[in-house]
């Protein structure tokens, strides 16, 4: 993993944030824990099946 990709993903988010704080407008991210622990379960669900090598080909599943 790469720091330095990882501190700039933090610090754009950061700015991007107080961006949306000074000109009063919604940030497009739940903005309460709860919400955020969410996506942060999202994230960590979507990389244990691809550490596990686990997959599913919907459109086959379908029949497309």
Do not use: N
Not at 11 to 39: K, N, Q, R
Not at 46 to 63: E, N, P, T
């Amino acid at each position: 993993m790469d720091l330095q990709l990882i501190v700039l993903g933090l610090l754009t988010g950061a700015l991007t944030g107080a961006f949306f704080a000074l000109v009063d407008v919604p940030i497009p991210a739940p903005p309460e824990l709860p919400g955020l622990m969410g996506i942060v379960g999202l994230f960590l669900g979507y990389k244990l099946v691809q550490a596990a090598g686990l997959s599913l080909d919907v459109l086959d599943s379908l029949g497309f």
